[in-house]
């Protein structure tokens, strides 16, 4: 980029300081030192000026703010893997290319739903809580804090990606027995690898299953893809696990089915209207049926610094004219 000038890069949110450091080096940087969330108005005067965009899973880019962008505007360069807030065909009707960070947080939000597949049956955050506070406990007991066993059960991966193939990869290996449903089967030597039953029909699978663990992307034909139909399909015995998007399930049916006890317990890294989580989940945290994080997946510092030189690449690529190389596409209808 020798002798043109710096494209003027906006960062929605505040990033690792290492990465924000690169960026001053090789761009003109606009940071968001204060990490607040930017709000509509400011995020449509940053795309009237910006050459690029770096928005999170926080920022709405809705076909509204593209229609507004400047002429400037080549570049959505989203830190985060999951695009579903960005309206991609909007983008691409207005010639601005869309990049995302794949891989490098697969492994970490892999880590946490193996987590919550462990926390949730097994009482973790519940335990855990006993001796908060005062301290105090009346001692071991041989009926007390009992959970269910993780070892010989079923476990159900909803969308066999990336993430759900590394979730799989763990759960083998604390005696889970792998089932999948996916939109394609995946390759014969993974399946056997895993030992992995491929269901073709979801609603089979729910049905039959001990755990569900959701990690396929939020898409439109994702949206409430556990319906309270496909819900009530579940054994009341069965743990849900959820880190991939809030919206894939219906937040409310699941409430109503876990106060009803048609449900054993879920274990949830995302919500339907983040960052806002319904009251009637705080409280079956409380009581214990729920184990709740703030959308904490990818949220370690290697996968942050990693997902910020993935955008960093996508970024010099693009201005170097190359194809970047994380280049995002509409859906197919
Ligand atoms: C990120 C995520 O923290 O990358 C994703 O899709 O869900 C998260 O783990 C977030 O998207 C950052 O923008």
Redesign the pocket.
């Known amino acids: 980029m020798t002798g043109r000038k710096k494209p003027l890069v906006v960062l929605t949110r505040k990033l690792p300081d290492a990465i924000e450091t690169r960026m001053r080096e090789l761009f003109d940087a606009r940071l968001n030192v204060e990490d607040r969330p930017m709000t509509q108005p400011e995020l449509v005067a940053a795309v009237k000026e910006a050459d690029v965009l770096v928005p999170?899973?926080?920022d709405r880019i809705d076909a509204a703010l593209i229609e507004q962008a400047g002429p400037n505007l080549k570049l959505i360069a989203?830190?985060?893997?999951?695009v579903d807030k960005i309206d991609i065909a909007a983008a691409m009707a207005k010639g601005i290319v869309v990049t995302n960070?794949p891989n490098v947080?697969t492994e970490d939000?892999a880590d946490m739903t193996m987590a919550l597949i462990l926390a949730t049956p097994r009482r973790l955050v519940e335990g855990a809580n006993v001796l908060k506070g005062d301290g105090k406990w009346a001692g071991w007991s041989p009926t007390w804090m009992l959970g269910n066993r993780i070892w010989g059960k079923r476990l159900g991966i909803v969308g066999m990606g990336r993430i759900g193939t590394a979730v799989a990869r763990r759960a083998k290996a604390f005696g889970l027995s792998i089932h999948y449903h996916n939109r394609r089967r995946v390759a014969p030597a993974t399946e056997d690898a895993l030992e992995a039953t491929y269901w073709e029909s979801l609603d089979q699978m729910l049905a039959r299953m001990d755990i569900i663990s959701v990690n396929c992307p939020s898409t439109p034909a994702t949206f409430h893809l556990l319906s309270a139909r496909r819900l009530a399909l579940m054994q009341p015995s069965a743990y849900l696990v959820n880190t991939a998007r809030g919206d894939i399930i219906d937040e409310d049916a699941l409430i109503k089915m876990l106060e009803t006890g048609k449900l054993a317990g879920a274990g949830l890294d995302v919500f339907e209207h983040e960052p806002a989580v319904k009251p009637k989940l705080v409280k079956l945290a409380a009581k214990g049926k729920v184990v709740i994080l703030p959308?904490m997946?990818?949220?370690t510092i290697e996968g942050r610094i990693d997902?910020g030189e993935k955008v960093i690449i996508n970024i010099r690529a693009f201005f170097d004219g190359h194809r970047p190389p994380d280049r995002v596409l509409p859906l197919k209808a």
Do not use: I, K, Y
């Not at 989203?78 to 999951?82: E, H, I, Q, R, V």
């Open positions: 999170t899973v926080t989203n830190f985060g893997n999951g960070t947080l939000t959308h997946g990818s949220a997902m």
